[in-house]
């Protein structure tokens, strides 16, 4: 069953521009990550953030986490063509077996020079 | 560089007949996952393996068999592909299993005829 759902679905923007994607899922998580497929290609792993989080930072890169809301968002800023990808957060669930990463359908992100 | 590393890219076989995907490591990681990823669509993880302990996840279809001879292999035999099983397959190593982040390989696209 899916847990987590991006939202956008898609999203297009100008190079130089700020990107926001969210995540939001259903039950209790350990933790959540963030993951970036280029097209036909395998994920890259982004940022993990834990439950006792709230926000973290990776260059360009800024995840929060709201347990409370069940919701997460990845802010991309100054924004670059290289960046165009699609973006899925993961979940586990508290009490899921170990090692069950649960995908959302994840956000396409278009970065146009 | 370590990596993950996933033969073949590209995948033809006929409908019922067996086909065999390979995935090696060099990153000496404990756990290797094999993942389904149909078109805009979320990955979807089919079994991960911790050393030699196989986890099957409880809506894989018998279909799927995976075997792990050693630490670096790992292999998703499908045993009579149906039209359904056409999807991209994702292999995926973490040092342990979540919350560690997973390194993935770029995919085998399998297209059944």
């Known amino acids: 069953s899916q847990q987590g759902e991006e939202d956008p679905q898609a999203l297009s923007i100008q190079e130089g521009e700020n990107a926001t994607m969210n995540c939001s899922y259903k039950?209790?998580?350990?933790?959540l990550q963030w993951y970036r497929q280029n097209s036909g290609r395998g994920l890259v792993h982004l940022i993990l953030i834990r439950s006792n989080e709230r926000e973290k930072h990776s260059g360009r890169l800024r995840v929060t986490l709201d347990t409370s809301k069940k919701s997460s968002s990845l802010l991309i800023t100054a924004s670059r063509a290289a960046d165009t990808a699609s973006y899925f957060c993961a979940t586990d669930a508290e009490g899921g077996s170990q090692g069950n990463l649960i995908f959302g359908k994840g956000t396409k992100l278009s970065v146009k020079p | 560089d370590a990596m993950v590393i996933q033969n073949p890219r590209y995948q033809v076989t006929q409908f019922g007949k067996p086909v065999t995907l390979s995935c090696s490591q060099t990153l000496n990681h404990n756990v290797m996952y094999w993942y389904q990823q149909k078109s805009s669509q979320a990955p979807k993880l089919l079994f991960h393996y911790y050393d030699k302990d196989f986890n099957n996840e409880a809506d894989t279809p018998d279909n799927f068999q995976s075997r792990r001879p050693n630490t670096s292999f790992c292999f998703l035999d499908i045993r009579s592909p149906g039209l359904g099983d056409a999807a991209m397959y994702l292999c995926?190593?973490?040092?342990?299993?979540?919350?560690?982040?997973?390194?993935f390989g770029p995919g085998t696209r399998l297209t059944v005829t």
């Open positions: 039950t209790s998580i350990n933790n």
């Open positions: 995926a190593t973490s040092r342990h299993r979540f919350p560690y982040e997973q390194y």
